[in-house]
């Protein structure tokens, strides 16, 4: 029987007994890593492109369909009489002055409503959502005042406190209050009681139960309710505006409505959507900054 070679005894030695060093792991990792980059910009760049179709697919048709005459540009307007809308609202102002002007007189009744309407429906979710008797007195009343239509508020409030920005701030805030009530008031109800009843154990008082369970419980609850409820304070001072205004854009599309102007009514709404979709983004650098403890749910869309 041969012994075996030296060499090749040293090179199997080598082999078996070879463990990867700090050096070699650190490059595994940097490959993951920048795997995962590339992949997450090719989403990127796919997203981007698809919403980019999208876009192109339904103003080009719009157009198309309104120029071959099979949708009649007389009531559903057409994107280039718009954009031409634009251009004038922008260059040129209206008859009650500048476009900005307007925006800014929306813009202020919206959020002002939005905050006031915010602080109020955390406070009365919170109250309600911690005290199941007075939940039970108030509830009924509650679900009375959330059936009557909102655009029936908008006219008693333009009667009582009549065009200015008071009745519209009104009106956004109600619309908020119950959208960030309801959230806030179920986000304290879905805390673990059992956690509840293991702090008061350790000796909490009311105050640090709320403080350090409670509200952060419902604070993801809360926050989300923000993206919708933004959404619909601009509603609330736009439809609060058609009904009596001296300035603001829900002025400017009453006005293009009289005059069987759809491009302008359009335009408004092109206008009001561009700040909806900016604040919606601040909210969400918002939610992520404040909500920065939560770990990612996977079931969450992460392109919206």
Do not use: C
């Amino acid at each position: 029987m041969s012994a075996p070679s030296p060499v090749g005894g040293a090179l199997a030695s080598t082999t078996v007994g070879y463990e990867p060093g700090p050096g070699d792991q650190r490059d595994d990792e940097d490959r993951v890593r920048q795997s995962a980059l590339r992949m997450r910009r090719r989403r990127t760049v796919r997203l981007w492109l698809a919403r980019g179709g999208v876009a192109v697919f339904v103003i080009g048709g719009w157009q198309l369909f309104t120029t071959w005459g099979l949708v009649d540009k007389f009531f559903y307007g057409q994107p280039s009489g718009i954009w031409d809308s634009l251009v004038q609202l922008f260059a040129h102002g209206t008859a009650f002055g500048s476009i900005w002007e307007d925006i800014r007189v929306t813009m202020t009744e919206a959020i002002y409503g939005f905050v006031v309407g915010t602080i109020a429906g955390v406070i009365a979710g919170l109250a309600l959502g911690q005290n199941r008797f007075l939940a039970d007195v108030l509830g009924p009343y509650i679900k009375v005042v959330n059936a009557i239509p909102r655009i029936i508020l908008g006219s008693i409030f333009i009667v009582a406190f009549g065009f200015g920005t008071f009745p519209k701030v009104l009106l956004a805030a109600v619309l908020v209050f119950f959208i960030v009530f309801f959230n806030a008031f179920q986000g304290v109800r879905e805390v673990d009681p059992n956690l509840v009843a293991n702090v008061r154990v350790l000796g909490a008082s009311p105050f640090q139960v709320a403080r350090h369970v409670t509200i952060p419980s419902a604070l993801t609850w809360i926050i989300a309710s923000l993206h919708t409820a933004f959404g619909f304070a601009i509603i609330g001072a736009l439809v609060a505006e058609v009904l009596g205004a001296q300035h603001g854009v829900g002025l400017i599309i009453s006005q293009a409505q009289g005059r069987f102007d759809p491009d302008t009514v359009f335009a408004g709404m092109a206008i009001m959507a561009v700040i909806t979709l900016a604040a919606e983004y601040l909210i969400t650098l918002l939610e992520h900054r404040v909500l920065a403890w939560r770990p990612p749910a996977s079931s969450e869309p992460s392109g919206l």
